[in-house]
């Protein structure tokens, strides 16, 4: 469903998506993504309650965004999720509710999630071997995200997507493992590019060329072009397979062109590229009475502010200084 879009870019795109980040705390430390310890938090008073985010979210649908996808930090640590699901459902023009997580507590919440509106899941999983999961993550537990995924498919969080980063001589040995999980389960595995955000490393990257080459060589591929979603992903399918892959190589092959996302992350700042550092902070205005008219005009401001495309290969490895947990990946 695509209502009038109110928010355009000095680009002419249109930008109907959110991505709210719900939280920056994290029940992993996956080593691109976050340091091991010493990780500056929000503090409690510095954090959108949910209350505020429902009301932002309501903003945004008034000016045409249709799409919502919560995400973190790791979304399902926040309290409440489940309640502001509720509330974002009951918005008028938000026709679709993502929830991007780990999987680590999604079996026992996949459910009432569904119940509450929730309409589909990306679960994040960059290897299926239960000791490099442990190492990646630092400390999580494989199994715990395999019962999320049968939970989502179970509620019908449908399409379930699979997100994996393939770093080179980490998981690109098991890129064939899982290409094959779309075989017999409507899985869509998703193969991501490493970026140069957070806590990676550019020894690190792979372009996902090599990875497509490698799966088309072995199983064949096929265009797929019917996979819901809302973004870069381009999407292909073995011959005969239930579910899909997709490649989202913001990298080697820039999809900036169609960007259509805002970010609003946990400190309340609106920001119009992932990787640039300009934002629009609404907090103070939330905090100090604003109106409606003036939140809107906060998310044109960022939509104005959007960039043409990001130029993260020129920016260096380990430079940005807000990481993908802060921003909200
Ligand atoms: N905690 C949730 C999860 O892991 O799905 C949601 C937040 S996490 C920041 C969102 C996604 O960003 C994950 O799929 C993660 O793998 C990805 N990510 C984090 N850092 C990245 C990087 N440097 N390059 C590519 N993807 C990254
Ligand atoms: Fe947490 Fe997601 Fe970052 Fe991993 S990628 S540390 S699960 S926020």
């Known amino acids: 469903m695509k209502g009038a879009v109110d928010l355009q870019d000095r680009f002419k795109r249109e930008i109907n998506y959110l991505r709210v980040s719900v939280t920056d705390r994290c029940n992993l430390r996956c ?3 976050m340091p091991a310890d ?13 209350e505020e985010i429902a009301r932002l979210v309501a903003c945004a649908a008034g000016l045409g965004v249709n799409k919502v996808r919560l995400t973190g930090g790791e979304p399902l640590v926040r309290k409440g999720l489940v309640k502001l699901v509720e509330r974002i459902r009951e918005i008028a023009g938000i026709a679709e509710i993502a929830l991007t997580t780990n999987g680590i507590l999604l079996s026992g919440h996949a459910g009432e999630l569904k119940a509450a509106g ?6 994040s999983l960059d290897t ?26 179970a509620a019908g969080l449908a399409p379930v997507k699979l997100n994996m980063v393939v770093m080179k001589g980490f998981n690109d040995d098991e890129v064939l493992d899982f290409a094959r999980l779309t075989l017999e389960r409507p899985l869509h595995v998703r193969f991501v590019e490493l970026m140069p955000i957070g806590e990676s490393d550019r020894e690190g990257f792979l372009p996902l060329s090599l990875v497509r080459e490698r799966i088309a060589g072995h199983f064949g591929l096929i265009p797929r072009k019917n996979v819901p979603g809302n973004g870069p992903a381009e999407y292909c399918a073995i011959p005969g397979a239930m579910g899909s892959i997709g490649f989202i ?40 009475g604003a109106d409606d008219g003036a939140l809107r005009e906060a998310f044109r401001r960022a939509a104005a502010a959007k960039p043409g495309g990001h130029d993260m290969e020129l920016n260096g490895w380990g430079c940005q200084p807000r990481k993908m947990f802060q921003i909200g990946g």
Do not use: W
């Open 249 to 288: 190589a913001a990298m080697s092959h820039r999809f900036c062109n169609h960007c259509n996302r805002l970010r609003l992350t946990t400190d309340g700042k609106l920001r119009p590229c992932l990787q640039k550092e300009a934002e629009v902070d609404v907090m103070p205005l939330l905090r100090n």
């Open 38 to 50: 010493g990780v500056a938090l929000s503090g409690c008073r510095d954090v959108l309650t949910l």
């Open 128 to 153: 299926m071997n239960p000791r490099k999961f442990r190492y990646i993550t630092r400390r999580g537990d494989l199994d715990r995200v395999r019962e999320g995924i049968g939970a989502a498919l």
């Open 31 to 33: 080593r691109y993504c």
């Open 118 to 123: 929730l309409d589909r899941v990306n679960i």
